[in-house]
């Protein structure tokens, strides 16, 4: 009878300790939980709970990367840009690939690609990887392909990361885009059919759904189409209304929506301007002016936007040509951007990024199923 009691006791005791160890992992950096899973199986159960890293995903501070192929010394880095602490990894390169790329990041994991059509997600803060097999259309794959180009995005509802990739259709002057997509975690590429209207530049992944733009990005027939990663159904959408679209426009994500960025000017005139105009998350009609800045006089083709756009630390970062960092603060009184990142002596790209510790390996993936 003692022992039933004294057994009653040590249990919440044994919760409580557990909770209280919970709410440490918690708030502890990604990195630190890497080591963190080493050291037993009890805390590699609790750091490998679907639950729990999801809810860290929601706590990590999001920073920049910038992503630079080191063609001279043979070698890939990330530099991760945090306020003025920097940390740099030095990824593994594939030995059949000297010109790997990211195609975007989501949660922590970088969607790698290279000119074989080969993709690869990597999670830089835990070092784990994952090849995938290689898509049904391989052909014309590159950085700044719009034709043929992956794409990494995360369904909020199933909690399922997906690789979705789209190529051109079967005629080479088709209007039609293909789609296949990679779930995490599955082991083979699905086709889930094609859709009219090729896209025009790389597509953008914003809360479970990735957007491109179609047709011509300067006439009023141009939209955007959407693909839902949960339905895995497309659907499309107008551009907003307005006198004239300039000479090109792009979609990004700022502040977790999606953005359209607008240039205007023409090639003898004024400095040319960016107009970022956002997206309602209620109605996915309704789009507001929601920044304005000026580019740099050497920026006067009437074809260009910004190669990356992103909202970090309440600033707009604008990556201009393949080597130029620069940033714009809104509550500043000036329309200009300032130079944020000296020119490197290799070309970047710079995305968003938090470090996580979502994990690419087989058993974590048998564990969520179950």
Known sequence: MEQKKARAVEEPAWLMCDDALTEVFRRLPARALVACRL??????????????????????????????????????????????????????????????????????????????????????????????????????????????????????KTREHKVVHFYPGAHIDSFKVRCEIYTIGAGFWRQVGSFRGAPTDRGVHVNGTVYYLTKFRYIASSRINCLNLETEKFDEMVLPPRKSYGGHCSLTELEGKLCLLVVDGVLE???RTVDILMLSSDDKQSWTPRYHFSLPWFMHSCYFTPKHTLFHDG?????????NLYCFDPTSSSEELTIAWPELEFPFSTHTFIESIVPLRKDYFIKQIQ
């Open 315 to 323: 600033k707009i970062w604008v990556q201009l040509l393949a080597r």
């Open 39 to 156: 050291v037993c199986k009890s805390w590699l159960s609790v750091l490998t709970d679907p639950h729990f890293i999801h809810e860290h995903l929601g706590r990590s501070q999001q920073k920049l990367l910038l992503f630079a192929n080191d063609r001279v010394s043979d070698r890939l880095l990330t530099v991760v840009l945090a306020d003025d602490i920097k940390s740099m990894y030095q990824l593994w390169r594939p030995a059949a690939s000297r010109s790997v790329f990211v195609h975007n990041s989501c949660n922590g994991l970088l969607c790698l690609g290279d000119s074989t059509g080969a993709v690869e997600v990597l999670n830089p803060t835990t070092g784990e990887s994952l090849m995938l097999p290689m898509p049904m259309y391989t052909a014309g794959s590159s950085q700044f392909s719009s034709c043929n180009w992956h794409c990494l995005g995360f369904c909020p």
């Open 269 to 271: 005139g004024p400095r």
